[in-house]
């Protein structure tokens, strides 16, 4: 059986979306558990941040309780004093691991909850603001006002 510690520690990505079709639901919540644990490797983390934002699709509906360990995690781990250490560091020019931390965490807690107005989201914007990867950031952002479009666009065409 696969599990997410298996898949990060063989990276077979080009496997990902099959081994995700074999248990979807259980996946989830394993990635979900990698992802919000700040004591798992730093980048175990950041591959598994990137694997819930780009197959959220595959992983099905993520439960309400998912979602707030999700954006819980966040806030816990990025306190706006944090936040503020890692936006005087990116500006200072420093290289911190924690920057490319923020930024995909903030992503998949904008695609998983589609919600990306959060205080999370603003606080990540503003992280960010000024630098290529505020850009980077705005074009997920944009995406994420697509993918939310048309769920809801849907939506209504089949309610009437």
């Given at each position: 059986?696969?599990?997410?510690?298996?898949?990060?520690?063989?990276?077979?990505?080009?496997?990902?979306?099959?081994?995700?079709r074999t248990d979807p639901i259980r996946l989830r919540k394993e990635f979900l558990g990698v992802?919000?644990?700040?004591?798992e490797d730093y980048c175990h983390r950041l591959i598994t941040f990137r694997i819930l934002n780009g197959y959220a699709q595959m992983f099905g509906v993520f439960t309400p309780l998912e979602k707030r360990s999700l954006t819980m995690g966040f806030q816990t781990e990025f306190p706006a004093k944090r936040l503020q250490q890692v936006t005087e560091s990116i500006h200072a020019g420093e290289?911190?691991?924690?920057?490319?931390?923020?930024?995909?965490?903030c992503i998949a807690v904008a695609r998983i909850t589609m919600d990306n107005s959060s205080e999370i989201v603003q606080a990540t914007r503003e992280v960010y603001k000024g630098n290529s990867l505020?850009?980077?950031?705005?074009i997920h952002?944009?995406?994420?006002?697509?993918?939310?479009?048309?769920?809801?666009?849907?939506?209504?065409m089949e309610a009437g």
């Open positions: 059986m696969y599990t997410a510690k298996k898949f990060l520690h063989k990276t077979d990505y080009d496997k990902i979306a099959a081994i995700i992802a919000v644990d700040p004591a290289h911190i691991c924690e920057r490319w931390l923020v930024f995909w965490y505020g850009s980077t950031l705005e952002m944009s995406k994420i006002d697509r993918l939310k479009y048309n769920a809801t666009h849907a939506a209504q």
